[in-house]
């Protein structure tokens, strides 16, 4: 299995995501944590089993949220792009990649 590794701007969105969907619901914010774990474990044990999407990535989608996990595969780790939502303009995160 890969490690998995986000970039920091990734990691924000994961954090106010739960925090928006905990404010809904306590378990709500769980859930969509727990959601969030399993795609990306899914993706580390599995790297070449994630979607192809854009500028050479990846993705995974968390069961019942309208989001999905974008990564890129290296060597040692799965990079975690973006938490993107399915509302906003595919791609906006590519800008990352440099990060990588």
Do not use: C, N
Not at 72 to 94: C, I, N, Q, T
């Amino acid at each position: 299995m890969k490690a998995i590794r986000f970039h920091d701007t990734a990691r924000e969105e994961l954090l106010d995501e739960i925090r928006y969907y905990a404010s809904i619901s306590p378990s709500l914010g769980e859930r969509l944590a727990d959601e969030i774990e399993q795609a990306t474990q899914l993706a580390a044990e599995f790297p070449d089993m994630g979607s192809p999407y854009k500028y050479g990535s990846r993705r995974v989608f968390p069961r019942k949220f309208p989001f999905s996990v974008v990564y890129m595969v290296r060597e040692a780790e799965v990079y975690v792009l973006a938490l993107a939502p399915f509302s906003r303009k595919p791609g906006y995160w590519r800008a990352r990649k440099r990060g990588a």
